[in-house]
């Protein structure tokens, strides 16, 4: 099994999206605040890593990470 190039990147961003979103939608903190807890922001730093890495490997886009 050599191709897990694209699919295992989007794999992983699935798997970082579900994740999160699950974790939203059931942590008791995150309704109570109306905002995201520790355990959100850090499940949402990987789904934004997931896709940051997905879009570099598409490569359409060739901005820059630095934006302000
Ligand atoms: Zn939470």
């Known amino acids: 099994m050599s191709q897990m190039s694209m699919h295992s990147l989007n794999d992983a961003l699935e798997n970082a999206r579900l994740t999160y979103e ?4 059931t942590c008791r903190q995150c309704h109570a605040d109306g ?3 520790a355990v959100a922001k850090h499940l949402l730093r990987i789904y934004n890593n997931a896709r940051r ?9 060739t901005t820059m990470d630095h934006q302000g």
């Open 35 to 37: 905002a995201a807890c």
């Open 22 to 25: 699950q974790h939203v939608r």
């Open 53 to 61: 890495d997905r879009m570099r490997s598409g490569g359409q886009h």
